[in-house]
Structures are given as C-alpha cells and as structure tokens.
C-alpha cells in the first residue's frame, strides 16, 4: 500500500482515539528557542530527546544539511516570524556528522535529474533567470564551517532584534552528542 494510504488510516484511528490530547500545547515555544537543523531521518526523535525538548518547547526549522544560504529566503524568513511573532528569543544552528550534504556534487544529481525529464535547454533558461544550478546543488565541504557560516548570516541579518543569541552546534546521529561550534554571549 502506498505510504499515503496507510498513513490516512492510521490518523482516523488516531484522531478517534483522542490521542492528540496527549500533544496540546500553544504555538508559542515554551523555552523561546528556535532550532535550524537537517531533515535526516536519524535525528527525527533523537535530536528533541538529546537536547530535551519537549512537544511544544521549540521552533524546529529543517532543510538538507541545516544550512542557511539566503538571507532573504523561507529559512531566514521563519527564523524572523519565530522571533517576532511566536515569541521566540535565541536561536541554535544545529548541524550533524555525516551530514548527506557533506561533500554534495551538483553533477551526478544532475545527471539522476536529466535521466528523469530534466533538459539542457530548461537548465540554461533556469541560470538565464539569474539562478546558477550547481551552486544551488552543492553541499559543503565541512559541517562546522556549514554551521559557522549559517550563524554568521543570522547575526548578521538587518531584522535580527539586537542582543539575540545565536548558537552553532553539531549533533552526533549515533550518539545525540552535541559539539558546540560558536556559542553566543
Ligand atoms: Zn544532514
């Protein structure tokens, strides 16, 4: 059965059952934290539970590699709202060891894309719109540089309220240990 499927029968159960009583909490994050990190599978329940934090206590913001490229796109954009809509009041980057994102090529994806439909002729119009491709493709070199760099463009951003605190860490996948890389004032 198709994921979808299984997925819409369970919830009917769930729902019916009122396990959601179980979750009820506000939209504002109980300890003020808003987390960027990676949409790995292994950091799904451990990174919550390795930096203790309940439902209802953070802003958990994900993408590929936890990495922040544009100031002004959605990422950044859900950091300001967290901030000042949501209450929220420091912010951690939080990056992981063997990160998919470490040592990413644009060219083998590329190729995976052009193989399913992807043309030469749409890539040129695409980078002809003021986009480069491989630059959007590529992963990073080093996860802690990653984290660096991503805080230093939240620091740095004109909407950041003064005085914000923004952290770097890395997690651990196996071990949910946290390596600090730049921890605020
Ligand atoms: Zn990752």
Known sequence: MPTIDSIIEFNRTFVENKEY?????????NKKLVVLTCMDT??????????????????????AGAVLSHSYGSIMRSIIVALYELQAEEIAVVGHYGCGMTGLEPEPLLEKA????????????????????????????????????????????????????????????????????????
């Open 42 to 63: 292994r950091l799904s329940e451990l990174l919550p539970r390795a930096m203790n934090l309940q439902q209802g206590d953070a802003k958990i913001i994900k993408n």
């Open 21 to 29: 009583e179980n979750y009820e909490t506000s939209k504002f994050p």
């Open 114 to 185: 052009y193989k399913n439909g992807l043309t030469e002729e749409k890539v040129a119009e695409i980078e002809a719109s003021g986009n480069n491709v491989r630059q959007w493709l590529k992963g990073f070199e080093n996860v802690e540089d990653s984290v660096r760099q991503s805080v230093n463009i939240i620091r740095r951003h004109p909407f950041l309220p003064a005085g914000t605190p923004v952290h770097g860490l890395v997690i651990s996948p196996e071990t949910g240990a946290l390596t600090v890389v730049d921890k605020a004032e």
